[in-house]
């Protein structure tokens, strides 16, 4: 495992050996950040990690992730504005933005979130993780339970 910390940039990565997706997980909560690395990595997926907001732009041109999966919530900065940035920079990544609301969800697909993923649902965001790595990023709205549907942009 290897470790790399762009300067000031409160992020680390973690490479795990030769995996097929990389993914960029953006939590400022330290308990979530873990668990949902260890989901992740558990997955087969090489999971590199930001606290903050300011760090997840440098990291992303260190690590190119396929997949950024973002925390709207974050203390040093909006999470749209993020969306936003993140999609200008690496157009081709799929942005998966995960909230505690769903009032934040019209917003984070206007500025270029694929996915949106109420937390802590991490059922929902292994369906997401799936529809990915099965590459049916177009897949329709899909019924979950508890009231709750998984739709892409």
């Not at 760090?55 to 969306?83: F, K």
Request: aromatic fraction near 2%.
């Amino acid at each position: 495992m290897s470790v790399i910390e762009p300067r000031g940039a409160g992020a680390v990565v973690k490479r795990v050996g030769l995996v097929a997706r990389r993914i960029l997980v953006v939590e400022d909560d330290a308990d979530g950040l873990e668990a949902l690395s260890m989901l992740l990595e558990a997955h087969g997926y090489e999971v590199s990690v930001s606290c903050t907001g300011n760090g997840v732009l440098p990291l992303a041109a260190i690590v190119r992730p396929d997949v950024v999966v973002m925390d709207l919530g974050l203390p040093d900065t909006d999470g749209i504005d993020l969306i936003r940035r993140v999609r200008a920079a690496e157009p081709a990544t799929t942005i998966v933005a995960f909230s505690g609301s769903s009032e934040n969800e019209r917003a984070a697909r206007a500025a270029g979130a694929d996915w949106f993923v109420l937390k802590p649902d991490s059922d929902t965001l292994e369906h997401v993780l799936a529809c990915l790595r099965d590459q049916r990023s177009e897949a329709p709205a899909v019924p979950l339970g508890r009231g709750l549907t998984l739709a892409q942009r």
